[in-house]
């Protein structure tokens, strides 16, 4: 504790050698004035936003004064070629392509405003060499996925996605034969980002294990441990869950070979990307008992807009997997909550306006 005496010490102490007050800017020599930004009317900059991005981002933007076109849909190469001209600020998600023919178009462009979580729709070394400033919204969504996926280990476990469609179906099927409670189960998490961090905390609260394989030496959250290898995890999670980025040597990485080695009757969640598991590889662990039971979240053809579209004709093996039972079938909706799209339209409007 400061007695009253060592203030008065300390008020004896040379100045050259006190800390500084608040911190080391105060100490340092006082620098020339920041040079003041141009200024500018907001009412001047023109912000193009496409997609229906979300309104809390538009009702910021409008907010700030600035010259706001917002539109529900994507546009063509074409259509964007003639809408970006004299734009500032553009605002996309993930269907609009800025190619380097849309880009040298934009004689005015600034900004780009990515209210997604991907950047790969936008051609970054163009916009890099132009000095036009890319942001996206790398983690709005992260505690979205990682409460699905957490839904999805007990669903599976349950097996209550088949419970379900038989009673919608009429049918009283009160089984509790390969039923199992989570507590006590390993989860295997390959790829310890953003998602499955955050993951790997919830899942220690409602009893799981958790072990993790990352190509980066990360640390490890809780009690959970990072294994050397994916066949180390494979061979002991009891669920494996993949959170690994679209990437040469992510594509296909859960296939023939790593379902051999997963424990018989574990299960698979995938909400990363659809080029990562080789679904027929799953249909056949499935249809062997290897897999017990799987959530799918992304595939490897996704369909534009909504619809009767998740057949044969989209992705060839379409019919045999909606055939399975305890698989878990959604249409990409691992970030999709209120929540997730009103902080992506704050994140993604926040950069326009500084
Ligand atoms: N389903 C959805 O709606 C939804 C929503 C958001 C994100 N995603 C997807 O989820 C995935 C993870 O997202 P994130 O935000 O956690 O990403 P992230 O970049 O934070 O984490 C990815 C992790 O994977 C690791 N990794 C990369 N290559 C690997 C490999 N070959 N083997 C093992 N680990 C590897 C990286 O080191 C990193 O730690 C991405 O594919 C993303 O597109 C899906």
Redesign the pocket.
């Known amino acids: 504790m400061t007695s009253a005496q060592d203030i008065q010490t300390l008020g004896s102490v040379p100045d050259s050698l006190r800390s500084p007050s608040s911190s080391w800017g105060a100490a340092l020599p006082s620098r020339s004035p920041p040079l003041p930004l141009k200024p500018f009317n907001t009412q001047d900059i023109k912000i193009l936003l496409l997609e229906n991005v979300n309104q809390t981002g538009q009702d910021m933007l409008n907010g700030q004064g600035y010259h706001v076109e917002a539109l529900k849909t994507s546009l063509t190469e074409d259509e964007l070629i003639e809408k970006i001209r004299d734009v500032h600020v553009i605002g996309i998600r993930s269907r609009t392509k800025l190619t380097a023919r849309v880009l040298h178009a934009a004689k005015n462009l600034l900004v780009v405003g990515c209210f997604c979580?991907?950047t790969n729709q936008v051609d970054l070394d163009y916009a890099a060499s132009h000095g036009i400033a890319v942001f996206n919204s790398?983690?709005a969504?992260?505690r979205s996925?990682a409460e699905l996926v957490i839904a999805e280990i007990i669903a599976l476990a349950r097996q209550l996605g088949d419970r379900s469609n038989e009673m919608h179906r009429g049918t009283w099927n009160k089984v509790g034969s390969q039923c199992w409670e989570v507590r006590g189960k390993t989860l295997g998490i390959?790829?310890?980002?953003?998602?499955?961090s955050q993951l790997s905390v919830l899942a220690e609260a409602i009893g799981l294990d958790v072990i993790y394989?990352?190509?980066?030496a990360?640390m490890a959250l809780g009690t959970s441990r990072q294994v050397p290898t994916?066949d180390d995890l494979l061979q002991e999670a009891d669920f494996v869950t993949l959170?690994?980025?679209?990437?040469p040597?992510?594509r296909g990485?859960v296939s023939t070979a790593q379902f051999a080695r997963m424990k018989q009757g574990s299960y698979l969640i995938n909400?990363?990307?659809g080029s990562v598991v080789d679904i027929p590889a799953l249909i056949a662990a499935m249809r062997s008992g290897r897999v017990a039971g799987a959530a799918l979240?992304?595939f490897p053809n996704e369909p534009a807009g909504n619809g009767d579209f998740f057949n044969s004709s989209l992705n060839a093996w379409g019919d045999e997997l909606r055939e399975l039972r305890n698989l878990i079938l959604t249409p990409?909706?691992?970030?999709?909550t209120e929540e997730a799209q009103r902080a992506i339209g704050i994140e993604g409007a926040l950069p326009s306006l500084s």
Do not use: K, W
Request: hydrophobic letters at 40%; charged letters at 15%; a negative charge.
């Open positions: 979580i991907g790398p983690f969504n992260t996925v390959v790829g310890y980002g953003h998602i499955g394989y990352d190509v980066v990360l994916l959170h690994v980025p679209d990437l040597e992510t990485m909400a990363s990307r979240d992304v990409h909706i691992g970030g999709n």
